[in-house]
Structure formats: C-alpha cells, structure tokens
C-alpha cells in the first residue's frame, strides 16, 4: 500500500539580502526586479536626510527625515547601519528587520558597502551579499549621465567615488558583472534560491530527519 507524500513543515529563519554596487551600475534595477518575481522577499525601506527625487514617495522609497531626527534614531539604536553618502546620510531601521528575519521573511537592502559591513558584523549568518558590477568603466560613466537626475557635478563625483566602491568587491558572496539586465535578474534569482536551500537557515531539519530515521 503506497502512503502519499506530504509536504514537511521545516520552518526557516529569514535572510537579509544585500545588493551593493556603485552609483549607476544596476543595482536598484536589480532589486526591482527580484522584488516583483519573488513574493517571499520584502525591500528594506531606509531613513535619509536627502530629500526626494521626482516620483518618490516617503515610506515607500525611502523614510525622509531631518538631520536631527537621523541622529535620534543613531543615539537610540534604532539603526542596524548607517552611512553618509554624497553629504546625505542613510540608515536602516532596526525593528523592522529583525522582526522580518525572526518570522522566516526574507529582506532585501540596496545599499552601499558601508552598510553591507556593518550588517555584516551585527547579523552575519543572516547576511548573503551580492556585488554588482558594470561592464566598463565607460558604461556606468554613460548610464550615470543619461538619467539626467544629477547635475554634472554630482555625477563627477559619483564617478570619483565608483573605484573606492568597487575595490570592495572581494568581500561580498557573489559578484555580477551587469552586461544584459534579463540574465543579471535571474542571476540575482538563482543565488537566493540557493540561499533558502541552505542547511544552516532549515530551522526544523534536524528533527525532520530523526523522525525519518525512527521509521527506517
């Protein structure tokens, strides 16, 4: 007599996944994507001091606030990180996060690699760490001017800060080199699909396996 299969309930504690590159190389194409092929993950929404570009919304986009609320939220330890980036400050919020991964939710954080480290330290065996990287360093220069977002002094400096930024490559899980957008995307698919497949984040494994073993 044959026993049908269930599916087995192996809970799983959630991951923060980062995805980092310089200023124009992709990265926030990259996490828009993800987010809308996969429903398990979440956007981590930062706090910044700098104020909105056209179109974005606060709450959404980001959490906009002053400078002296920022440096509230610093004192407090409301933040898991935080960095200053262009003269604007950036940060995330701790509750949020860490509710998300204790529930077995995944989080997704386009930031820097300042915040890619600090996360790092705090909560490593949740972290997975994905650098993007751009073709060549003629293309981000083209990308950079052609969404006309940023006066040209703004993207000179971008530019000056994009090989400080990219000689933090080595120290992420996983480098992209961004080419085509549709194989980068599933690129950035695979690698967190693999991720949730990782013994150590399978909460309930090990009893899985020993009642198995009771019945062999």
């Not at 700098?50 to 974005?56: D, L, M, Q, V, Y």
């Not at 980036?85 to 919020?93: E, I, L, R, S």
């Not at 961004?178 to 693999?194: F, P, W």
């Amino acid at each position: 007599m044959s026993v049908a299969a269930t599916e087995p309930h192996i809970a799983r504690r959630g991951l923060l996944f980062i995805i980092s590159s310089p200023s124009g190389a992709g990265k926030t194409t990259l996490a828009r994507r993800l987010l809308a092929a996969d429903s398990g993950i979440e956007m981590s929404v930062s706090v910044t001091t700098r104020a909105p570009r056209p179109g974005e919304q606060d709450g959404v986009d980001y959490h906009f606030v002053d400078r002296d609320r920022f440096e509230t939220m610093k004192s407090r330890g409301e933040l898991l990180e935080w960095a200053r980036v262009f003269d604007n400050y950036y940060g995330t919020p701790r509750q949020p996060v860490e509710a998300a991964i204790a529930a077995g939710k995944d989080v997704l954080f386009d930031i820097d690699w300042q915040g890619a480290q600090q996360l790092s330290e705090k909560l490593k065996g949740d972290v997975v760490l994905v650098f993007v990287l751009p073709p060549s360093g003629n293309v981000l220069e083209d990308r950079l001017k052609s969404r006309a977002q940023d006066t040209a002094e703004i993207v000179a400096r971008r530019m000056a800060a994009a090989s400080a930024e990219i000689s933090h490559w080595a120290e992420y899980d996983y480098v992209i080199v961004n080419t085509e957008i549709e194989k980068s995307a599933a690129a950035v698919q695979s690698i967190l699909v693999a991720e949730r497949l990782k013994r150590d984040r399978l909460l309930g494994l090990s009893d899985f396996v020993r009642d198995m073993q009771a019945v062999l």
